[in-house]
């Protein structure tokens, strides 16, 4: 039986081919991969994920890259919004609390999320990291947090409108679900619409 340690030790190696960090090899149009993984695993999946960023910046790794959790970048979002002396994020959390978690509060949340303002903050995060001078090769970011957002934004919503913005690098989405049947289905319940450009990485292990 396939462990997580045993499927991670194999998306190493595949990070560590020198091929596979060519940023002009694979999927040229489309340079996003989809790594699904027992969404029951979250937490461990998110110790393994820092751990493979740990061990590419060894000798024989020689690559550096960007964890990306997308829960934590909307929260981010949030606090730079400015309302006098408090924030986006303060007030919905002030409401939450004396209203709790209710319909104005998910539905002002969901807006926020999908909102383009957001995918070009997270972009934007993307490429400063990017452009910062660097001794090691740039090539991958490895973006996770989707179950967290959950129902707030989908996978498939969210990469429409980031696709314009991958470019010069590979972008590697750790997806809490599985893929069947060549769709990909979120918490393995959710038929996730709109993903058949994405390369299945675990297929590629």
Partial sequence: MTTMTDTF???YQKLTDATFQDPATGNLFFPVYLFTYDPTQEYAVRTQIDALGDRLLRPY???????VNL?????????????????????ILDKERD??????????????????????FVANHIRTYL??????PR???????????????????????????????KLLVFYPGSYRQ?????????????LY?????????
Wanted: charged share 20%; glycine share 8%.
């Fill in 9 to 11: 030790e194999k998306l």
């Fill in 61 to 67: 790794g020689q690559n550096e890259v960007l964890i």
């Fill in 71 to 91: 829960f934590e970048q909307l929260l981010a979002y949030l606090r730079s919004d400015q309302y006098g002396d408090e924030t986006l994020l303060d007030l």
């Fill in 99 to 120: 209203e709790g978690f209710t319909g104005d509060v998910e539905e002002l949340l969901r807006q926020k999320a999908g909102e383009s303002a957001f995918i070009a």
């Fill in 131 to 136: 452009q910062l001078p660097a001794k090691l």
């Fill in 139 to 169: 090539v991958f970011v490895l973006l996770h947090g989707f179950g967290s957002l959950y129902p707030l934004l989908r996978v498939s919503s969210f990469l429409n409108k980031f696709e314009k913005y991958v470019d010069g690098y």
């Fill in 182 to 194: 060549q769709q990909y289905v979120l918490f393995n319940q959710l038929h996730d619409e709109h």
């Fill in 197 to 205: 450009r994405a390369v299945h990485l675990n297929a590629m292990l």
